[in-house]
């Protein structure tokens, strides 16, 4: 028996909702209550403390209380997305959902409540007393027109920001949609012809914000479930009367506004437009359907109908889906973060141009992926972010901010953008202080990378990042035809980037000037000048002479090849460091602990101890390059000596000579995983270890098969952000990526190389 798509997706919500603790958020400490000492802080009788610190100074509560980082989001269930009027209790999980987007999303702190009132001022006042409590107030799913009454008096009684979401959310992001399909199609928003089907809340928030970006009122003709808004119309709101029309007859229909229109935004109910409706409008029409889940018409008949459409949704299976998440989250970051009496209209206008700016960068590999769509680009398919893009914090709540500021509303200006910077990447788990400490140094003082999969999307990608943020000065290896093609193909602008294509005629007389310089250093080790003149054909052998010759400073290779293909040629053409007998590779993870350094993660598959000494070392004052203090943990499944086996001794050995010879280093083992950063268990059971204060940053590992497994366990399930492998004990900087590597991951790559 086949099961009903809409009982399962019943079944599994009902489940997902029930499962393990009901709901869908919790409260979390954020303070150590591990004994009394610890409660008799946070509460009595040291909680009397800050107390009085408030009531001295009522804004010391942004200093000793959540307040600043809370927001309320209110519903008395009256228009609950889809499903009408329910109710508060019925809204709850709504209200719950929403409360987790914000944390999900910009590190906000959000309680859900929902009030049993349809009375304004009811509504009103109880909002009004809950003040003390909360940062900012998220208003949701409450029916017009208490909406925006609600709103405007709240706004104008409360000191912290109000936003009711419904409309400024789905208005902030359709209008950034519509500045970007406009730019696409060509034409002046002042010029444009906009039909409006729907007027409730969300229809009259977008129309407000479209007019405030240049949206001429007198060409918006709208409609509701009566008809066209005219002038001799009775059953209006002030708020709705305002895009009343007495220019058109009053029998006119959709069908008939739609001729000639440039732009339709539905926000009404499904299936009300045609294919022969849209078929009427100007040329590149524009059609927002947003009613869910169906919309006013169906992305399939209106694309049929229009080959030239540009076309967005309020669904996630269609492109260039408005979805309210693009806006809120972010918008309340930037006014909690500067402590705003109010979300204005600089606010939502920063917020709009930021999220259109961001849809004409070059999208994040790992967000194509997430929603299978390989090189998504700004296009006629892609005028919105997604979702799921990681710069949305850093792009929207920084612009929110300065909006905020530079319209007088802000309580605590920002004076250092670099520190917010870093707050914002660390709400997301990004402490990017080591990759942005890294950006500084590469920035300074741009080298000449040279690319030997050139020829690759990801590396173009990465290419274009690195030229926009002034990294690197990059050269590619590969058919200029090819990589123009795909440039136009991406649109993708490299500017004038240098592009090599080692196996054509014109650079005959440098394979050949090429070819020398490798005989001359393997000519005692077999290669005959022949075999050098041909391997110059290969990218890896090219690129890595063009380094070893100066004619550039960092080789990036392995995009396309596995490892020990990539390594060979460096190895063969540049060689070992001297006094180095084994290089080693390290990746950087970017955890909770700070950057962590693991090696050998790539090279040695089962390392003696000799060798575990050299890959300490070499990774020690790979570290110590970086501005960072190595501590040193050597790993095993034993803890000193607590087990016997080949790999436990050697690490033993290993660590008894580093100490020799480094006295002043922190390093200890053998050691289990777990004990490096449990310093309560170390200082409890090992009290003379060196890493019983603070946590190890380097971690060793005895053999190949633990130091990978371990990195892509950590990276995977504790979605760490990678930089690496970094090749160490090579004589010039050679960087062999991974197969697979992502756009962030490639440009991390190359801004360590740059800045080491």
Known sequence: MTTNPTDKLREDALYYHAKGRPGKIEITPTKETANQRDLSLAYSPGVAEPCLAIAETPAKAYDYTAKGNLVAVISNGTAVLGLGNIGPVASKPVMEGKSLLFKLYADIDAFDIELDTT????????????????????????????????????????????????????????????????????????????????????????????????????????????????????????????????????????????????????????????????????????????ANPNPEISYDIATAARPDIIMATGRSDFPNQVNNVLGFPYIFRGALDVRATEINEAMKLAAVRALADLAKKAVPESVSRSYGQEGLVFSRTYILPKPTDPRLLMTVAPAVAKAAMESGVAQQPISDWNDYDLQLSRRLGQDNSLTRGL?????????????????????????????????????????????????????????????????????AEVRERYAQVLYEKRKRKGLT????????????????????????????????????????????????????????????????????????????????MEEIVEIAETTAREVQRLKIQPRIALLSYSTFGSASG???????????????????????????????????LLRETYPFSSLAEQPANVLIFPN?????????????????????????????????????????EVVNMVTIAVAD
């Not at 240049?214 to 209006?236: A, E, Q």
């Not at 058919?479 to 795909?486: A, F, L, S």
């Open 646 to 680: 080949e790999d436990a001794e050697k690490m033993q050995q290993a660590t008894a000579i580093l100490q020799q010879r480094h006295p002043d280093w922190i390093v200890d083992g053998e050691m289990q995983a777990h004990l490096p950063f449990n310093q309560e």
């Open 439 to 507: 950006l500084a140094q590469a920035q300074r003082s741009p080298k000449r990378v040279v690319f030997t999969d050139g020829e690759n999307p990801t590396v173009l990608r990465a290419v274009a990042d690195v030229l926009e943020q002034r990294i690197a000065v990059p050269i590619l290896l590969g058919n200029p035809d090819t990589i123009r093609t795909m440039l136009n193909d991406f649109r993708l602008n490299l500017g004038n980037v240098r592009i090599i294509d080692q196996r054509s005629s014109e650079q």
């Open 529 to 608: 000048l022949t075999e050098a003149q041909a391997l110059m054909r290969d990218r890896n052998y090219f690129g890595a002479v063009m380094l070893e010759t100066g004619e550039a400073d960092v080789l990036i290779s392995g995009l396309t090849r596995n490892y020990p293909q990539t390594l060979r040629p460096a190895l063969q053409v540049i060689g070992r460091q001297p006094g180095i007998k084994k290089v080693s590779g390290m990746y950087v993870l970017m955890s909770r602990f700070g950057p962590l350094f693991l090696a050998d993660t790539t090279v040695n598959v089962n390392p003696t």
């Open 704 to 744: 190949l098969s633990a130091s990978n497994i371990a990195y892509n366990l950590l990276k995977e399930i504790g979605r760490i952000e990678k930089i690496g492998p970094v090749l160490m004990g090579i004589r010039k900087p050679v960087y062999v990526l991974q197969l697979g590597s992502t756009v962030r």
């Open 119 to 290: 009375n304004v001022d009811e509504f009103v006042r109880t909002v009004k007393i809950l003040e003390p409590t909360f940062g900012g107030v998220n208003l949701e799913d409450i029916a017009a027109p208490d909406c925006f009454i609600i709103e405007q008096r709240l706004k104008q009684e409360l000191n912290i920001p109000v936003m009711h979401d419904d409309q400024h959310g789905t208005a902030i992001t359709s209008a950034a949609a519509l500045l970007n399909a406009l730019e696409l199609a060509g034409k002046k928003i002042e010029e444009i012809r906009l039909v409006v089907n729907g007027a409730g809340a969300a229809a009259i928030s977008c129309m407000n914000l479209y007019v405030s970006l240049g949206v001429s009122p007198d060409n918006i003709i709208v409609f509701d479930k009566d008809g066209l808004l005219t002038k001799d119309r009775t059953n209006l709101a002030p708020n709705q009367y305002k895009y009343t029309t007495d220019r058109c007859p009053s029998n006119w229909t959709l069908a008939d506004a739609l001729q000639g229109a440039d732009v339709f935004l539905g926000l009404s109910v499904g299936n009300v437009v045609t294919g022969d409706m849209v078929k009427t409008m100007a040329d590149n029409p524009i059609v927002f359907a947003m």
